[in-house]
């Protein structure tokens, strides 16, 4: 099946500065590539998202990047800000109807 | 607009009993899907409710098992608890269709003792 790898487990950035993380994955059949923020005590949310037909995505400070011949995408964040602290979640399907093989997570620390 | 919703929020129970999760999707949603989320872990596929019926499953024992009503609502229920199944439990809605995107609740954390 699927597996998904994310890196790095931790991230600590000054506000203002850039965030990036970075998920491979195994299944070249994978089509849908969608990013969570879960922050304490609530469900994942979803942020941005991007399919197999396209290689990148930006909406406002959050952009994803896609290499289907590398297997692995990528999330950055931009002026970072101390309410973007969370932990953030990459996920990917060979599928549609909603079955998402998550990474482990990143923690994601900005500091004023 | 009320997002998916979830209950209880905090559920204690301990090895051997039962518990029941219950989930209402978003509004025009017509898909439920669960998941388990360990402590700082990423969440598990347990399966997926469509049309009342299970139309995919992960890698999760019989103890699991749930059920999708009428109104799309569904609920988890698990057996015979392991401390093992201590997680927050996710439930998450969508839309058939080819822009289907994943939207979660809250979720109930379940502990075992």
């Known amino acids: 099946g699927e597996n998904v790898e994310q890196h790095p487990s931790t991230l600590s950035v000054q506000e203002g500065d850039s965030a990036v993380i970075k998920c491979t994955y195994s299944?070249?059949?994978?089509?849908?590539f969608p990013w969570y923020k879960q922050e304490l005590g609530k469900g994942p949310q979803l942020i941005i998202d991007?399919?197999?037909?396209?290689g990148e995505k930006k909406d406002q400070r959050i952009a994803v990047t896609l290499n289907k011949t590398a297997k692995h995408f990528s999330l950055h964040i931009t002026e970072t800000q101390p309410e973007d602290s969370a932990v953030y979640f990459c996920?990917?399907?060979?599928?549609?109807?909603?079955?998402?093989?998550f990474g482990a997570g990143t923690q994601v620390v900005v500091t004023p | 607009d009320a997002g998916v919703t979830q209950s209880p929020t905090h559920l204690i129970k301990t090895r051997g009993q039962q518990v029941t999760l219950r989930c209402s999707p978003k509004?025009?949603?017509?898909?439920v899907s669960w998941y388990q989320q360990a402590l700082g872990q990423g969440p598990q596929f347990i399966f997926q409710?469509?049309?009342?019926?299970?139309?995919q499953r992960g890698n999760f024992p019989d103890r699991f098992s749930g059920h999708q009503f009428p109104n799309y609502s569904s609920e988890l229920n698990v057996n015979a608890l392991l401390l093992g199944d201590s997680a927050l439990y996710l439930c998450?809605?969508?839309?058939?269709?080819?822009?289907?995107?994943?939207?979660f609740g809250s979720g109930t954390q379940l502990s075992v003792l």
């Open positions: 998450a809605s969508s839309t058939t269709g080819l822009d289907e995107k994943l939207f």
């Open positions: 299944d070249s059949a994978s089509n849908y």
């Open positions: 991007i399919r197999s037909n396209v």
């Open positions: 996920a990917a399907s060979t599928d549609s109807w909603g079955k998402l093989q």
């Open positions: 509004s025009g949603h017509d898909t």
């Open positions: 409710y469509y049309e009342e019926e299970e139309r």
